[in-house]
């Protein structure tokens, strides 16, 4: 009988035991290379989609070109589709554990910093130092967006961008308005809202990102691209305070208020805070001429392109790009915020050698131009233009001229925290549930809160 | 006896292992967090520090946190304790001793809502409040124009949604309550001269207390924790306006990159959950 019990509680314990290495082990086997003695390379990046022009650009050609190169080496590619607010999350939580961490991953600038000053990304000081592209070729201001706080490289630029107005010059013919679009001060832009709103009902006059859900889009293609162009910015280099508190911040908050609520010259609120409020605004109201301005970014009209998501014939007749203003048109008359997207090496990541070399093939003349052409961007390397079909690109003279006004955001790995709060107060105030007066005061209320009182300053 | 006693312990081993793995520890290292300034990333994420009380401070004076709160008791009141559980009650009463193809209709159509996954819910919601939705073609028949529910009206929106998907539940814990009444007591009162409102608060509800408290229990604690169905439908907007208590939670973790403020979040609706469970067991007089 005694040994009876025995065997069934041996029985019992040897049963839990099972039950919980099974319950263990199920993250390990995943890793492991695709054949024998190669190494693999997993590289990710923000998917917009099926038509996403990254993974397509990936596809057509480059691996093989690589791998037939290196046969030692095998690139996966593993995209994330979400919203650029959601891709952050995932790839941080991604880079915490070596069995997930990516070998390399695109890396938006705003949060490089941030990712850096948490250790998930590996310096690259030693590599650049050895690549001879680094000193001459790539664009000097830009190298400062990958740099973190302890003066060390975390990332290599691959797309460098800018923003200010499209519009299509039909809608704005029919309304009167001139072509060119050139406007001088805010008040210009608010007027030509007006007048499309007046004359051709049906037509929504101005697409600002305002909806929480499209991220960091929302600080810089909407409030830090009207916020630069008044004579405050968001951060004061000098002091190294975050301004919380400024007319140019009540003003900018005014302006939004404006457009939505007191002209209602915004997209619906249905469009504007959907996550993908932007895509909506390019692939369907502007071709279907139910859109006449959007602010975004330089790249954005690469969505008409013949190998775009919504393709339009003769597009530079149709569409145009217009510099932002400054406020009242203050020196130097228009301004952009300047962005754009790098190359990072997770510090998890298993095979950084390998990693390395795929990097600085991406990144080579032909493949960081033909990268930029196929999604519309600037390329963050100065021979790009020596490339064949750079500058002859519809609108890309255009968005290059604006580089010589270019804001870029506060380095600062606090930025995230600050732009977060922006973020909801933008859509609270263009939702009209939020006086811009109130916004402005919750943020320094915000901001103080979440930084302590010595990170910040009221102008 | 002592034997027993051994080999008990041994049974429960596995369990208790597993329990302690998979739940004492996670909720200590949630109660630890939610005193340290942990962050998804920045500097914080590297260096873990205690903070004391902070993020409780920060929490109580935080505006968009005392309104999460409010959203959180309209929400939990209208679609939890007024919708579902009124509404699964009366659907449960109206459906008693009816013939049983009508009670298999019925039956089938509201808990078509239960069965669906929370976000093909969502998504039929959108669909159906969504500005060409089905709701303003419904009234456009009637004239009206159409109007932007998720918009105008987002908390109703996401209220009704959730009433939608939870009913069925609360509906049939009340049939099974209903069918164990015995017919001759109720058949007693109405030879006594008991009106049918009058059998319902002396007899009906009373003999179901308990079936009433247990769902109200879970109907509650399910309520408080919906995110799915708010953040697909509204992402908490617009503004804050149907930004609940689990919305801002996530909104701090994973879109401001706060996790200890975030875990502190948490904490707090743990302990509205416990304050709600404990409210209704002594409100109702019942032992659970």
């Known amino acids: ?40 390379v997993t590289i990710t ?67 490089i910093k941030s990712d850096a000053a948490a250790g998930y990304l590996e310096p690259l000081d030693t590599q650049v130092a050895g690549w001879s592209d680094w000193q001459d070729k790539f664009i000097e201001n830009l190298k400062a967006g990958v740099t973190g706080e302890d003066g060390k490289i975390y990332g290599v630029p691959a797309t460098s961008d800018t923003r200010g107005i499209w519009y299509n010059k039909e809608l704005f013919a029919e309304a009167g308005l001139p072509v060119p679009f050139q406007p001088a001060n805010w008040e210009e832009v608010l007027e030509a809202a007006r007048t499309i709103k007046d004359k051709l009902p049906g037509v929504t006059p101005l697409n600002l990102i ?11 293609q909407t409030l830090e691209m009207l916020l630069y162009g008044t004579n405050d910015t968001l951060y004061n280099d000098e002091t190294k305070k975050w301004v919380v508190n400024s007319p140019g911040l009540l003003d900018s908050f005014n302006f939004i208020n404006q457009v939505f609520n007191v002209d209602q010259t915004g997209t619906s609120m249905q469009v504007a805070l959907n996550g993908q409020a932007g895509s909506i605004a390019f692939q369907q109201l502007f071709p279907q001429d139910k859109l006449a301005m959007a602010v975004d970014g330089s790249w954005a009209g690469s969505t008409w392109f013949e190998n775009g998501a919504a393709p339009i014939e003769n597009v530079e007749e149709k569409m145009g790009f217009a510099p932002f203003p400054t406020q009242n048109g203050q020196e130097p008359g228009a301004i952009t915020m300047s962005g754009g997207w790098a190359w990072s090496i997770p510090a998890q990541s298993q095979n950084k050698e390998a990693a390395w070399k795929f990097l600085e093939f991406l990144m080579n003349q032909e493949n960081a131009t033909a990268r930029v052409v196929a999604e519309g961007n600037l390329s963050p390397r100065n021979d790009s233009v020596d490339v064949a079909g750079y500058t002859d690109r519809t609108f890309v003279a255009e968005a290059q001229a604006l580089l010589d006004v270019a804001h870029f955001r506060p380095a600062n790995d606090e930025y995230a925290t600050v732009s977060a709060q922006i973020q909801s107060l933008v859509e609270s105030v263009a939702s009209g549930k939020l006086a811009p007066a109130d916004a402005v005061q919750q943020l320094q209320d915000n901001v103080t809160r979440s930084l302590g009182e010595d990170k910040v300053e009221v102008k | 006896m002592k034997r027993t006693s051994r080999s008990a312990f041994l049974f429960l081993t596995p369990s208790v292992l597993l329990l302690l793995i998979f739940f004492i520890v996670p909720i200590i290292l949630t109660v630890y967090f939610a005193f340290t300034n942990m962050a998804l990333t920045g500097s914080a994420a590297q260096n873990l520090e205690f903070v004391g009380f902070r993020n409780f401070t920060n929490m109580f004076q935080d505006p968009d946190f005392r309104i999460s709160v409010w959203r959180t008791l309209v929400f939990l009141i209208f679609s939890a304790v007024i919708g579902q559980v009124v509404l699964g009650f009366i659907l449960a009463l109206l459906m008693k001793e009816k013939n049983i193809t009508f009670r298999r209709i019925i039956g089938i159509i509201v808990i078509a809502g239960w069965v669906t996954p929370e976000i093909v819910v969502a998504f039929c919601m959108v669909a159906f ?134 875990t502190a979040i948490s904490l707090v609706l743990l302990l509205i959950g416990i304050v709600a469970s404990l409210f209704y067991m002594k409100s109702m007089k019942v032992k659970v």
Request: with cysteine; hydrophobic share 40%; charged share 15%.
């Open chain 1, 1 to 40: 009988m005694k040994t009876n019990k025995l065997k069934v509680s041996m029985t019992a314990a040897m049963a839990s035991l099972l039950l919980l290495t099974t319950a263990c082990s199920g993250g390990n086997s995943e890793s492991g290379a695709a054949a024998e003695g190669q190494e693999e």
């Open chain 1, 45 to 111: 990046f923000r998917s917009s989609g099926s038509e996403d022009t990254l993974t397509k650009y990936f596809e057509s050609g480059l691996i093989d070109e690589f791998e037939e190169a290196n046969p030692d080496i095998k690139i996966n590619i593993a995209p994330v589709l979400a919203s650029e607010g959601d891709y952050t999350s995932k790839i941080v939580l991604q880079m915490k554990s070596p069995d997930t961490a990516p070998d390399i991953v695109a890396e938006d600038t705003s949060i």
């Open chain 1, 210 to 220: 305002v909806g929480k859900s499209s991220g960091e889009g929302v600080t810089m």
């Open chain 2, 129 to 262: 409040f969504s500005d060409n939705g089905t709701l303003n073609q419904i009234i456009g028949w009637f004239g009206i124009s159409p109007i932007s529910w998720l918009f105008s009206f987002p908390m109703v929106s996401v209220i009704i949604a959730n009433i939608w998907h939870g009913t069925a539940f609360s509906m049939m814990v009340y049939q099974s309550a209903l069918d164990e009444i015995p017919k001759d007591i109720e058949e007693a009162a109405t030879i006594d001269g008991a009106g049918s409102f009058k059998i319902l608060s002396y007899i009906t509800i009373p003999m179901v207390k308990g079936s009433i408290v247990t769902n109200m229990m879970l109907v509650t604690l399910q309520t408080l924790g919906v995110f799915t169905l708010i953040y697909t439908m509204t992402g908490g907007g617009p503004g804050t306006a149907t930004q609940t208590l689990p919305v801002f939670m996530y909104n701090q973790a994973f879109v401001n990159y706060q996790f200890g403020y975030g």
